[in-house]
């Protein structure tokens, strides 16, 4: 494999893992998590390695600084050499003055990457200090200037704030600049953006590489995105089941994939189109000025002194067979809408649900409508109980809506809903955590489905799944649409999703309504900066002009 | 692994401990001491459950003109067997006599009961045990027939001596051990119920619940316990289930902090979310998901508690508030040791006891602290 249209790699590579292979030991059974893979990195080049979760590619990268929980983690064999060094064979101390000087790395979760007891300027200080690159005199000024360089504004005056005082982007922007404090010959990004929202994924992305010609240093990049990858990497290397089975520069294997898995990665965008908009469809789920206002009270007394308008004043209308999609960035109030509109938790507003006023009912009044108005949240590792088995967990919808069912019409029921939403029956008295990300949002809408509702509210139902998966799920929740003639109210932030089921969107910021239409009217011709912002970084991966999203 | 083939074959059939449980299993017995302690505590405790079999002032079993009698279980009066009292003393070789000749008796392998004075102490009570004897005949001086009296045997010597009222020393400790114990595990299973509802309440609804509740317990908490038992003992007649009661009104508040702590955390699960959006019983939620989370805490926390339950009752006896005069307990034989110095297998005999109970309920209480580790058991 060579990466030769980059003029620098002819001299000896920056980076050269050879054959590296990582065995994780528990309770005496071995699994290989990366299983002889081999890649180099050349000065001032961008690698990405790319695969779905479980393919080693985290392990592949924290190995490379020996990160990981030893003595459970082993390396069979492999070679790591850096600047002429095995970090493999390399003893303790030589490794802690590579880390965090010569080699660093951002990682995915930009809330717990950082101390939350210490101010950011203690914390980019302690790296400075502990290299002592910088003299003492200079860190203060040093500190300063690489916040502005990361694109944080005014610098001097964040330098007392900790981390619970910055937004996700902010707190990104100062992972990375701890990441080049001492100048990097590499950086390891380890998802860097996942868990932030498009928009300001884009900013970060952007930042990225000017930083990276700026400083005149490599990147290791670790994604499952692959429009991120066309975007930044040089070269791919694709990993599945901790191989390495396709490497090369990122035009090659986005125009002309060898390997069936590439493939298979590169057609896994979300296809499909949404049913076509039918304004004659009944009403099923009607909102209007709906308000959800959390108090903020201060003083002795717990005096409410002002409110943070999560949803302020929104209008809704959910037909049958149809898709209404919210869109927004976090904070924007997506979900608590959809919550408020399910009535799990309190609003203020009229909410009509089949013809009946349900703003005002008790959780107790609230149960017999449950029935027809199910919720399929986000993460499918944390929506099912642990301690139920798969066969337990969807009947416990019927035991309350339907309780004359017999027990042998309850097992019925779960398995029509299995087969349904496309798992194998047998598995019901499996428990969930013997089951894979996508099959656990399967069982969740199963549980949602078992009761025929007649309106879903989808939190975000594919943001924590893979690429593939996600499609798979879309196309399921289209079909079950389709042959049930449900209502959704689909809540993402992920546009491409959108699109595919959503027939008419709602884009939201701060609580309220940015633009409200048909998906077409919204995707194709946006009226406000806003969403041509949200377009343009979920579409393209570009960075807005400043102002117009968060940062 | 055997288990995993077998769900995959025979789905409808799971095995006994589901995996995480034999999991947990495994844990516990990796820790050899605890595992080990688990056994020896569980064979002592089984025994002790039956000490009247082993220590008691009544014949196993009696065959008396070809009936057979269980003097254990029914008291039978002495006219049976040609006396007057309203009890049989088996004891006497009156009556010894007339069973021997008119048929058998089994007697256990010691032959007092916790509160049988014996009647032929070699030497003053406290006297000290049997294996301190030098002869047989100093032992036996005081039976009739001296060495060659029938009573002369081993069952009827003191082995760890006899306490100031001449009780046999061995059947105290026994009996002692199986009240303790009893006493700890009905109490913190109680305190259990009552703690582990009090914390779920407070956890899952939160708010003015959780902040009057709160209050009330720091009120409740700081109340002495001790001048509540003196004083209850003056109205009170002292006695096992009394005292569990005034023990348990204030043992409880030992649950809820971290009961309240796990319902805290766990009530913004998203799979708690769900169960609310099916329509769930806020009690269904309490029971059916947060109530296993709480319980790992809980089931971690129980040994210690057990331990701590014990300990009061020791020292409440000890100090004389505990248990009515004459029941068998490791606190008063402790006092009597202080008060005997010259008999220093009183308070060796209590404190032996005493510490090997405890030290075997720490030792379990580690290993289950280490079963459900969570980062053993997923790690």
């Known amino acids: ?208 590489d000017g930083l990276k010609s700026k400083f005149d240093m490599s990147m290791l990049f670790i994604t499952h995105d692959l429009a991120i990858v066309r975007k930044i990497a040089d070269r791919v290397c694709v990993m599945t089941n901790g191989k390495i089975v396709e490497t090369g520069p990122t035009e090659d294997i986005f125009n002309n994939p060898q390997h069936e898995y590439t493939k298979h990665l590169l057609a896994a965008e979300p296809k499909g189109s949404p049913p076509k908009l039918d304004k004659s469809s009944p009403v099923v789920m009607q909102g209007d000025d709906i308000k959800v206002w959390f108090p903020i009270k201060q003083g002795f007394m717990r005096k409410t002194v002002d409110h943070v308008k999560a949803v302020d004043g929104i209008d809704v209308t959910v037909r049958a067979g149809q898709t209404l999609g919210i869109v927004g960035e976090s904070g924007s109030g997506k979900t608590t809408l959809g919550l408020a509109l ?8 009229k909410i009509t649900f089949n013809g009946a006023d349900i703003g005002a009912r008790s959780f107790r009044d609230m149960r017999p409508v449950r029935k027809d108005l199910q919720v399929v949240f986000q993460d499918p590792f944390g929506s099912l109980s642990p301690r139920m088995s798969i066969a337990e967990i969807i009947a416990e919808g019927l035991e309350i809506h339907s309780p004359h069912l017999s027990r042998a019409e309850r097992d019925q029921a779960v398995v029509t809903a299995l087969q349904e939403v496309g798992l194998d029956p047998e598995t019901r008295f499996r ?121 | 692994m055997a288990d995993t083939t077998m769900t995959s074959q025979a789905p409808a059939k799971r095995p006994f401990l589901s995996p995480i449980n034999q999991r947990r299993w495994q844990n516990f017995k990796a820790n050899r ?30 065959s008396y003109k070809g009936e057979i009698l269980t003097p254990v279980f029914v008291n039978y009066p002495e006219e049976k067997f040609g006396g007057f009292l309203a009890r049989t003393d088996y004891t006497d070789p009156f009556i010894q006599e007339e069973i021997e000749t008119n048929g058998w008796m089994i007697w256990p392998p010691v032959r007092f009961s916790y509160r049988t004075v014996n009647k032929e102490v070699p030497t003053t009570a406290p006297s000290k045990p049997a294996f301190l004897f030098d002869t047989r005949e100093e ?74 509740m709160q209050r009330i317990i720091e009120i409740w908490s700081s109340i002495p316990v001790l001048y509540i ?60 998901h947060l109530l ?37 307990s490791l606190g008063e034989l402790i006092l009597q040791g202080k008060n005997n110095l010259q008999a220093p297998w009183l308070g060796f005999s209590g404190f032996i006891v005493i510490s090997i109970m405890l030290s075997l309920l720490i030792f379990i209480g580690e290993a289950t602290r280490d079963a459900f580790d969570p980062r053993k058991t997923f790690a």
């Open chain 2, 33 to 62: 001491r605890g595992y080990w302690s688990l056994w020896i505590f569980l064979i002592l405790f089984i025994l002790s459950l039956g000490a009247e079999f082993i220590a008691n002032d009544k014949p196993i079993l009696v």
């Open chain 1, 1 to 208: 494999m060579s990466g030769a249209q980059n003029n620098n790699t002819s001299a000896a590579p920056l980076l050269s893992v050879r054959n590296l292979a990582v065995d994780f030991t528990q309770g005496g059974a071995t699994t290989r998590a990366v299983d002889g893979v081999s890649f180099d990195i050349g000065a001032r080049e961008t690698v990405a390695l790319v695969g779905e979760s479980g393919s080693g590619k985290s392990v592949t990268a924290n190995s490379i600084l020996k990160l990981l929980q030893y003595p459970a983690a082993s390396h069979p064999h492999g070679e790591i050499w850096f600047d002429g060094q095995d970090l493999m064979k390399a003893p303790d101390a030589a490794l802690r003055r590579v880390r965090g000087n010569d080699v660093t790395m951002i990682f995915q979760e930009p809330m717990t990457s950082l101390n939350p007891l210490h101010s950011i300027e203690k914390q980019i200080g302690e790296i400075l200090r502990l290299h002592q690159t910088v003299p003492e005199a200079k860190v203060r000024s040093h500190i300063i200037s690489l916040l502005e360089q990361v694109g944080i504004r005014d610098a001097e005056k964040r330098l007392p704030a900790y981390p619970h005082q910055m937004s996700g982007g902010q707190r990104q922007r100062v992972m990375i600049a701890m990441a080049l404090a001492n100048t990097p010959k590499l950086l390891i990004a380890d998802e860097p953006t996942t868990a932030l929202d498009v928009t300001v994924q884009a900013q970060i992305l952007k930042l990225l």
């Open chain 2, 139 to 212: 032992l036996c001086a005081r039976y009739a027939e001296g060495v060659n009296d029938p009573n002369c045997t081993y069952g009827n010597f003191n082995w760890l001596g006899t306490d100031d009222q001449a009780r046999d020393v061995f059947a105290r400790t026994l009996y002692g051990f199986r009240i303790s114990v009893l006493f700890g595990l009905i109490l913190t299973a109680l305190s259990a119920v009552v703690g582990v509802a009090a914390g779920a309440v407070q956890g899952y609804f939160g708010g003015w619940t959780d902040l009057i």
């Open chain 2, 229 to 288: 038992l003196l004083i209850m003992a003056a109205v009170l007649p002292p006695g096992f289930w009394i005292l569990l009661g005034i023990m348990l009104l204030f043992s409880w508040v030992g649950f809820v902090g971290i009961v309240r702590a796990e319902f805290l955390r766990a009530r913004n699960f998203e799979y708690v979310n769900a169960a609310r959006a099916l329509g769930v019983s806020n009690r269904t939620i309490m029971f059916r």
């Open chain 2, 292 to 328: 296993p989370n709480a319980m790992v805490a809980t089931l971690t926390f129980l040994p210690f508690i057990l331990n701590g339950s014990i300990t009061t009752l020791t020292s409440l006896d000890f100090l004389g508030f505990g248990l009515p005069p004459g029941s068998a």
């Open chain 1, 431 to 551: 428990y969930p955590h013997e089951f894979s990300g996508g099959q656990r949002q399967r069982i969740a809408i199963a549980r949602a489905m078992v009761l025929t509702p007649k309106f879903i509210m989808l939190d975000e139902p594919t943001s924590a799944l893979d690429m593939s998966v996600q499609a798979q799920v879309v196309d399921l929740l289209r079909d079950l649409q389709k042959k049930h003639n449900l209502a959704y109210l689909f809540i993402s932030h992920d546009l491409k999703v959108v699109r595919a089921l959503a027939n008419e969107v709602v884009v939201m910021r701060n609580g309220k309504v940015v633009e409200y239409g048909s998906a077409e009217q919204i995707f194709d011709a946006p009226k406000t900066d806003y969403t041509k912002a949200l377009m343009a970084a979920a579409f393209d991966i570009e960075a807005a002009p400043e102002g117009v999203v968060a940062d």
């Open chain 1, 342 to 349: 399910s009535r799990l938790i309190s609003s203020e507003g």
